[in-house]
């Protein structure tokens, strides 16, 4: 996977140690992180430690991950990442509380998601939401993937208000 990528509004790069307090900013953010399968970060050491597991993925060639630089702002919004297993490529997101609602989300996917169709040997490319997610849906909606059903208590969503165990997602895929 390339280690940088540019959309319109986008500059896409591997984090770095620098870009704990930015992402702190919005992992630390109960609003941003409700749906999502990891905890929400208490503290910058929690950032620091997903940036050092960012690089491990890099290094070991099948889990990617890349923040997201507002080219209007220089602001880093959010990240995108691409992991890949047998089952082909996963995807994944998380945007800045103060960058949603401005098609971000879907523009950084879709660079990635174009950059891993790329690669000629994957023939499945899918995400999971949590079923409350609408926004996360009409993002992997609009890259043509289709929803293929219901994945009962897949996942557990730490910090969804009365969450308790796994919670269903939706499963979309786009296949070759």
Not at 82 to 106: E, K
Request: glycine share 8%; charged share 30%; with cysteine.
């Amino acid at each position: 996977m390339p280690r940088t990528l540019d959309t319109a509004r986008l500059h896409l790069r591997p984090p770095v140690a620098a870009d704990a307090p930015a992402v702190f900013d919005y992992a630390g953010d109960a609003r941003v992180t409700r749906f999502l399968d990891w905890a929400t970060h208490l503290d910058l050491d929690d950032s620091r430690g997903f940036i050092d597991d960012v690089h491990w993925g890099w290094e070991s060639g099948d889990d990617f991950c890349w923040v997201l630089i507002d080219r209007a702002s220089d602001a880093l919004v959010g990240t995108v990442g691409c992991q890949f297993d047998a089952h082909g490529a996963q995807f994944g997101y998380v945007l800045a509380h103060d960058a949603w609602g401005r098609g971000l989300a879907t523009e950084a996917m879709a660079a990635v998601f174009d950059a891993a169709r790329d690669i000629d040997d994957v023939a499945r490319f899918w995400a999971t939401c949590d079923v409350d997610n609408r926004a996360s849906a009409r993002v992997l909606e609009k890259l043509g993937m289709r929803e293929e059903g219901v994945l009962r208590r897949w996942s557990e969503r730490p910090n969804h208000p009365g969450a308790s165990g796994p919670r269903d997602v939706r499963v979309f895929a786009w296949v070759r």
